[in-house]
């Protein structure tokens, strides 16, 4: 891993100011769950996404922007460090398997311990590494705001480093349609945030509408579906979508498929009105936006439903839009860039980059040219597999960690197609070990668990939340 010269990078920025004449106002959009073919400005003619196809003809689309995993956690903290899941280890794997076992202990001794082992032994997987540093705390002379309602980015898991303001979003209620309908709430604050803040500002806002279970239904629902959804939409909640998830005949796909379109329909309205904002203060134009995704979504492709549960085109590649400071044109880019790219990038257009870990790196959404020539790695590291995987260019490995098994592909457009080729698998196995590496997870169980308080990382509290995200049945 690389040596990161922190304390002395740290000192240098905190002496530097951005210019407040020039520095732009940066707002980092992250969509949870946001499958790339759903927006018009990628092709869809589904109409969900009025305003972001509005943002896409005024900045760059990236074409084949992959994310680290397929889960939330790895994938944002690969966007924060500029490191690969591989490298971060934050994996938090087997959590839902520990949780279910101490849900089923409510109250006793042995809830206690199975919740201490939680704690300790995969605490180490689940928090930002307090030795590696975020991209944001090289941004200093910036007024820095997050704001965040999936409870996996909580700042107990280390995700307030380096902000200002940091801004966690818990849902009122975990009741039907109001579980991640904040985004009206948390954009009064991202509105308040950016009026109170005149110099260089930068706003990162992670969004949930589209994770499951879907919504709000009510207002948005009658615009995408035609026919009678047949049971009452208040009962709606994660106990019935998992229901519905499991083994779901091509009707219910469609239903769930409207429902997640109806989410998508209220995230595009707000962010749109977000944008309407910025330009109301003369803000719009000088600012660089970047609006991208965790990971995607599938709907019965490959046999799943939701995501975490392989790495194929449907969940792993992600939308990623940008747009430059005074950008008025559209452009295409259909390299390969991955997640851990953003940061380095948001660092070149606030002239931090030479100071930064990040030094001597390619920005490659800004320069096209991506050290490694146009390979991506992820991992995806859940209760049941440990799968490696390898883009680059248009050929794909994904090596399943456990059995050694390798499936080799050929991207076509949207999906791949599998590929014979012993040769070709071979020597893309070795591109795979030399970018991500090996991957030991047995190994990582039982290192010291990096708290970053004393507080236990998962609570009652905590726990009711990752039951809504379907982390705990
Ligand atoms: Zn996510």
């Known amino acids: 891993m690389r040596n990161w010269l922190v304390v002395g990078v740290l000192l240098l920025t905190q002496s530097q100011c951005a210019r407040r004449d020039d520095a732009p106002i940066i707002i980092l959009i992250t969509v949870d769950s946001l499958r790339w073919d759903v927006l018009g400005a990628y092709g869809s003619e589904h109409g969900l996404t009025p305003n972001l196809d509005k943002f896409a003809r005024q900045a760059t689309r990236f074409d084949r922007a992959y994310a680290t995993s397929s889960w939330t956690k ?48 995969l605490g180490r997987l689940s928090v930002v590494p307090p030795h590696l540093p975020m991209f944001q705390e090289f941004l200093s002379g910036y007024a820095r705001g997050a704001f965040v309602n999936n409870p996996h980015l909580h700042a107990q898991f280390g995700f307030d480093r380096g902000w200002d303001s940091f801004g966690f979003f818990p849902s009122k209620t975990f009741q039907t349609g109001t579980m991640y309908a904040n985004t009206p709430v948390m954009n009064g604050r991202i509105r308040e945030f950016l009026a109170n803040h005149k110099g260089p500002k930068f706003v990162w806002a992670h969004f949930n509408d589209v994770h499951y279970p879907y919504g709000p239904l009510e207002t948005y629902l009658s615009r995408v579906r035609k026919t009678e959804v047949g049971f009452d939409l208040t009962r709606y909640d994660m106990g019935m979508h998992e229901q519905l998830a499991t083994n779901a005949d091509q009707d ?26 910025l330009r109301q203060r003369r803000e719009y134009d000088r600012a660089l936006i970047l609006v991208v995704a965790d990971h995607g979504e599938e709907f019965m492709e490959h046999g799943a439903m939701g995501h975490g549960n392989n790495l194929y085109e449907t969940t792993f590649r992600v939308p990623l839009l940008v747009k430059l400071p005074h950008q008025n044109q559209p452009f295409v880019r259909g390299d390969v860039v991955s997640l851990i790219d953003v940061g380095p990038s948001i660092l070149h257009y606030a002239n931090r980059l030479d100071l930064s870990p990040y030094s001597g790196r390619s920005a490659p959404l800004v320069t096209e040219s991506r050290a490694g020539k146009g390979a991506v790695g992820a991992l995806l590291s859940n209760d049941l597999r440990h799968l490696q995987t390898l ?29 014979e080729n012993q040769q070709r698998a071979k020597a893309l196995e070795t591109k795979l070990l030399a970018v991500v590496g090996q991957y030991n997870f047995i190994g990582l169980v039982d290192q010291e668990p990096h708290q970053h308080s004393s507080d236990p990382l998962i609570d009652d509290h905590m726990m009711e939340q990752l039951r809504a995200l379907g982390y705990v049945e």
């Open 74 to 121: 790895p994938s944002i903290v690969s966007l924060m460090t500029g490191l690969l899941p591989s490298q971060h280890l934050v994996l938090m794997s087997g959590l839902k398997v520990h949780l279910n076992r101490a849900e089923q202990f409510a109250d006793t001794d042995k809830k206690q311990e199975l919740m201490q082992d939680v704690n300790q032994r």
């Open 252 to 277: 219910t796909v469609s239903l769930l498929f409207d429902f997640y379109a109806a989410g998508l329909m209220q995230f595009d309205a707000n962010l749109g009105q977000l944008f309407q904002e």
């Open 391 to 419: 883009v680059l260019g248009d050929e794909k490995i994904v090596v399943d960690v456990a059995s050694g098994h390798i499936d080799l592909f050929q991207i076509h457009g949207d999906h791949e197609v599998p590929l």
